[in-house]
């Protein structure tokens, strides 16, 4: 796991800190892959902790701003799980930087990824025509490890 240097005292930062070991809010800059005490923060950091910097105050980060489409908030545990699957998502994205991927200098065309949360009927996961659909769900490890999806038969071998 990579760590980064505390840009307000000593110590280390690891890449989902929201805050340093002495409790200062401090955000994540994809651009510079370095933390910043002072950011604009993104706007999901209050809603699912999201540590990268905005723009400007109240806007998303560079990857929550790919999220057209959120679990429904009505769903047992929908916004948990849609914490953990972004954390997964800007870890992706970040690494996926290191190539000049959905940064600035990027002139290709972003995704959009659809954040659903299983309820009555199950999420289905795919992608197609630049929307990457999720099921949020599939962050419970039960889930995940269960025979619970459907489509999850038609992959075994
Ligand atoms: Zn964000």
Known sequence: MMSFTNPVGSGTL????????EGTPVAYDPQARAFLPMPPF??????IGCNWIAP??????????MTALAPDPDIPNAIDY???TEAA???V???LG????FRPEDPGTRPTFHMLADGNTLAAMG??????????SEADPVVRISAGKPWMNRIER
């Open 93 to 95: 994205i970040d690494n």
């Open 14 to 21: 690891w890449f989902h800190n929201l805050a340093t070991a």
């Open 127 to 136: 992608h197609g025509d630049g929307v990457v659909t999720m099921s949020v």
């Open 42 to 47: 993104c706007a999901n950091r209050v809603i």
């Open 98 to 101: 290191r190539w000049h991927w």
């Open 82 to 84: 849609w914490a953990e």
């Open 56 to 65: 400007e105050e109240g806007a998303f980060c560079r990857a929550c701003a």
């Open 89 to 91: 998502k800007r870890w």
